[in-house]
């Protein structure tokens, strides 16, 4: 989508009746993968490459950004099993280096 002030990225989440996925969707009772799942399915791997948010829709930099605070100040639990990390070796290198919480570029348990 072309705006007067550029190219926006996520635009469909800003537009009228937009509604976010269920599969977005966490509750109480998600778990920590879960939530480490939802954050890269929505885009977080770009949310943490964001060098001009003008660029980018708001509801959509507005989820991932309340999404990523959530999962780093701890509100999900660990189930206690392995669950490997949607990223490749070459995007978790390139997040640990730009300072991400381990918590976005490791497995875990």
Known sequence: M???HGIFFY???DREGFVIPEEFRLDEH???HEAIHVFYSAGGYDFF???DPE???ANWLDFLGCLYLEIDEGKYESDGQLHKNPLCDEQRKT???QGVPEIFTADMI
């Open 11 to 13: 635009g469909e989440w």
């Open 55 to 57: 660029q980018y829709a």
């Open 49 to 51: 490459r964001v060098t």
């Open 2 to 4: 072309r705006m007067s």
């Open 30 to 32: 998600s778990k920590l």
């Open 95 to 97: 997040l640990a280096a």
